[in-house]
């Protein structure tokens, strides 16, 4: 191997998308890095680490199910990382490692790229995991001033509400008055085709997003498409958290070819299908 290394690690993490689409992002940059898949235990985030230290690796994705350990091991963390209590992300500011949160982030782009502004919109999310939790956060930071949190165990989305001071838990028919309606439930997932609210309740003039991507067009997004709504599927959150991922290693200047990068996890998806 030449150039430098940087890597994903979870577990489960032989279906991860993360390869395919960082491994684009430098081929379209030209810039002579390699990514690679570590399986790593639940309980061993802090060996993953150490191994970052001994081998120089230059930047680290986290995913399930490290993302809380890792938030306890690294140096410092970003402001998001440090409202979630999770990490998606480790990138080295000279010794130090410092951990970043990219997802909520992600998701605001994907609806940016999609010409959808969150500034002032009044947010509905259906879920309260941690996907829900950092979405809470990035749009609030983005200027929604308006978010409602919906989720089967009402607990948690009263703690995912509590996240900023913007958002609320809220009722099924808080949906109607919302703008933007997210699904941030694993409902619709692989061969799951639930819905996680009924797409009658959806109407024309809403956009509505769903973070599962595969499949890339779930039932729920289908049917608010036939409502009239403006869809967004998951794999743009998915290709811009990666994406602001790349930002963090290789500085503000990097040149970052997102539609490079979907294209690849298209077809890593397809390969799966
Ligand atoms: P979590 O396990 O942290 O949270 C799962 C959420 O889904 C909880 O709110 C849970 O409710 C709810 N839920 C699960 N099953 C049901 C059901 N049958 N009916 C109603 N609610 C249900 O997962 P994450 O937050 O990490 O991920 C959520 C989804 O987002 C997944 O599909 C994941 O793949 C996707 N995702 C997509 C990303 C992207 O880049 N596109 C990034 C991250 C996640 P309860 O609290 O009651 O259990």
Redesign the pocket.
């Known amino acids: 191997m030449t150039g430098r290394l940087a890597a994903v690690i979870g577990s489960p993490i032989a279906h991860s998308l993360s390869p395919a689409i960082h491994r684009a992002a430098f081929d379209a940059a030209g810039i002579d890095w390699s990514y690679v898949a570590f399986d790593v235990a639940d309980g061993e985030a802090s060996s993953a680490l150490s191994a970052m230290r001994t081998l120089g690796i230059a930047g680290l994705s986290v995913?399930?199910p490290h993302k809380a350990a890792v938030a306890e091991l690294v140096d410092r963390l970003d402001p998001a990382a440090r409202a979630l209590q999770s990490v998606n992300t480790v990138s080295w500011d000279g010794d130090d490692l410092v951990g970043s949160s990219t997802?909520g982030a992600?998701?605001v782009a994907?609806l940016a790229d999609a010409g959808v502004s969150v500034a002032g919109a009044r947010v509905a999310i259906?879920?309260?995991?941690?996907?829900?939790?950092?979405l809470v956060v990035a749009l609030a930071q983005a200027g929604s001033d308006d978010i409602t949190v919906l989720?089967?165990?009402p607990d948690?989305?009263e703690q995912?509400a509590a996240l900023v001071p913007v958002a609320s838990p809220g009722v099924i028919s808080d949906l109607d008055r919302a703008d933007i309606v997210v699904?941030?439930?694993?409902?619709?997932?692989g061969d799951?085709d639930?819905s996680?609210c009924e797409p009658e309740r959806l109407h024309d003039g809403q956009v509505v997003a769903?973070?599962?991507?595969?499949p890339l067009e779930t039932r729920w997004l289908r049917a608010a498409a036939e409502r009239g709504c403006r869809t967004v599927?998951?794999?743009?959150?998915?290709?811009?958290?990666a994406a602001l991922q790349q930002r963090i290693w290789l500085g503000d200047d990097a040149v970052i070819d997102t539609v490079a990068m979907r294209t690849a996890a298209e077809s890593a998806l397809a390969t799966r299908n």
């Open positions: 995913t399930m997802d992600g998701f994907s259906i879920g309260a995991g941690g996907a829900a939790r950092s989720n089967r165990s948690k989305a995912a699904n941030a439930t694993s409902v619709g997932m799951d639930g996680p769903d973070l599962v991507y595969h599927d998951g794999l743009g959150m998915l290709v811009h958290q």
